[in-house]
């Protein structure tokens, strides 16, 4: 397995990382993904290990926590061997602050992760979307001190926008915070909404799995860059799944491409 650096960090990340939406399969949105169990979720792990891979994505959003659950009881033995990354924003309940980035939710939504992981600390603390009705210090500094508690080693963002991500930078800079290390986005060999100009001259990549966030998931977030296709994204996702069509004959060959693409990237 080859190792990088996790971009404006000294931590080394596997070039690939292992996704846990599947983990749980609670509710309508979730099942769909997958329904992985403990059992099933322990197997995988070993073969994620034997094959050097040690980091694992989830959220706390994932099939309402069962995902956390599952994965701290995949890894349970060796906690020390694995690197842990988990999300925090989307909502996780019913009350009026059980989603945002407020210092009020994401204490409250930390402390609930380390408990479902069954740890102490998490190794990268996401924001799982930009929240607009948060200022963006309150959020940072609530993330900083996290980190200086031990709750949390580093702290990175999802689903930002570029000005959501440099404005974030450029206050963590300020105060002399700690800054996002990474920026989890969809990007693929078919959706690369993430090349704008936007996004692209601010890259804080993380070799994870990408995702994005469901409609009512999106509710406290303000719309921005992603949600208007740039001109000639149609052009380029046609052009990938031309070259994917004929590989897909091969059976898994064409998702295989797909990996070998982002992770060259």
């Not at 607009?132 to 993330?143: H, I, N, S, Y």
Request: positive net charge.
């Amino acid at each position: 397995m080859e190792y990088r650096q996790l971009v404006y960090s000294g931590l080394k990340v596997p070039v690939l990382s292992f996704g846990c939406g599947t983990f749980g399969g609670k509710g309508d949105f979730f099942s769909a993904w997958g329904n992985t169990d403990v059992q099933e979720a322990t197997r995988l792990v070993d073969i994620c290990l034997e094959a050097g891979l040690n980091f694992f994505d989830t959220a706390d959003v994932y099939s309402q926590g069962a995902s956390e659950e599952i994965l701290g009881k995949a890894i349970a033995s060796r906690r020390n061997s694995v690197l842990i990354s988990t999300k925090a924003t989307f909502p996780i309940g019913d009350g009026p602050n059980d989603v945002g980035s407020s210092r009020y939710h994401l204490i409250q939504a930390c402390e609930a992760s380390l408990r479902r992981l069954n740890t102490d600390y998490i190794d990268v603390y996401h924001l799982h979307g930009f929240d607009a009705f948060t200022p963006v210090e309150e959020a940072l500094k609530t993330l900083n001190l996290l980190v200086q508690s031990g709750k949390v080693r580093y702290i990175a963002c999802s689903n930002f926008s570029g000005w959501h991500l440099m404005k974030s930078l450029a206050v963590s800079e300020r105060y002399g915070w700690e800054r996002y290390v990474a920026h989890q986005a969809y990007y693929s060999l078919v959706g690369r909404d993430f090349t704008t100009p936007d996004c692209s001259q601010h890259r804080h990549r993380c070799p994870q799995r990408r995702t994005t966030p469901s409609e009512p998931q999106r509710r406290r977030m303000e719309p921005d860059s992603r949600t208007s296709r740039p001109s000639g994204c149609r052009q380029r996702r046609d052009a990938a799944l031309s070259v994917l069509a004929p590989a897909s004959v091969h059976g898994e060959k064409s998702a295989a491409d797909g990996v070998r693409w982002i992770s060259r990237e």
